[in-house]
């Protein structure tokens, strides 16, 4: 079947602009992730969502980033106001399951550029 | 909290020979897994092999073993009979056994060149 699916690819903003990156999961995962990976670094975790519970937002840099699961389902990371810092590539991963026996299925992820 | 290091930024390595890459972490748990993921410039993260910490035995996967030395908190990877295909950003990661659903803790990556 298709895997995670992430859009837009790759998404040029002004500085200042909100910014809605968007993730289709596999379908049938329970668990959804957003990490966010700026230039040369490492991934940075930023939100988790399982089922019904409500998400661990622990990771987000500040209150310009929201994100929502919609349905258990897709999910839509939002970025207010955007600043040249925002600048990265933002990837989205599902799992089927909450655990470490259940492995991460990320997507090719958003390159988001701030100018 | 957990971090991972990733002390190469960048190694080259000739095809079909042998390449190590380091990684350190540093936790206060007790169970955890790591983790090593390849990253092609499709940027899409492939795992390429995991290792439970309550276990001795190296996990190995074809071409790919680790180097797990719990008492040291290190956990290297070793990719033999390098292949051009093997070319990417490698990331270890560390995750806890308990609480934070999947959550991943990544090093900073190593740039890995295969070279004809």
């Known amino acids: 079947g298709a895997g995670v699916s992430q859009s837009p690819s790759n998404k040029v903003t002004e500085k200042g602009k909100d910014v809605e990156l968007r993730c289709d999961p596999i379908s049938g995962h329970t668990a959804l992730y957003w990490y966010r990976q700026s230039l040369g670094q490492g991934l940075e975790f930023l939100i988790y969502f399982q089922g019904n519970s409500a998400p661990d937002k622990s990771g987000l840099p500040s209150d310009r980033f929201s994100a929502e699961r919609t349905g258990g389902s897709v999910s839509t990371l939002t970025i207010q106001r955007t600043q040249q810092e925002d600048s990265a590539v933002y990837l989205c991963?599902?799992?089927?399951?909450?655990?470490?026996?259940?492995?991460?299925?990320f997507g090719n992820g958003t390159r988001l550029t701030v100018t | 909290a957990q971090t991972v290091t990733q002390s190469q930024p960048e190694m080259s390595v000739q095809e079909a020979e042998t390449v190590t890459l380091s990684c350190t972490y540093d936790?206060?748990?007790?169970?955890?897994?790591l983790f090593w993921y390849k990253q092609p410039p499709s940027r899409q993260m492939i795992l390429v092999i995991r290792?439970?910490?309550?276990?001795?035995q190296n996990a190995t996967e074809n071409r790919f073993s680790v180097n797990f030395q719990k008492a040291a908190k290190s956990f290297s990877l070793k990719i033999s009979d390098s292949q051009l295909g093997d070319t990417a950003m490698y990331f270890c990661?560390?995750?806890?056994?308990?609480?934070?659903?999947?959550?991943?803790?990544f090093g900073g990556g190593t740039r890995l060149m295969v070279k004809p």
């Open positions: 990661a560390f995750m806890k056994q308990q609480g934070a659903g999947n959550m991943l803790t």
């Open positions: 936790t206060s748990e007790s169970n955890y897994y």
């Open positions: 290792q439970e910490a309550y276990k001795q």
């Open positions: 991963a599902s799992s089927l399951a909450w655990g470490p026996n259940s492995p991460l299925h």
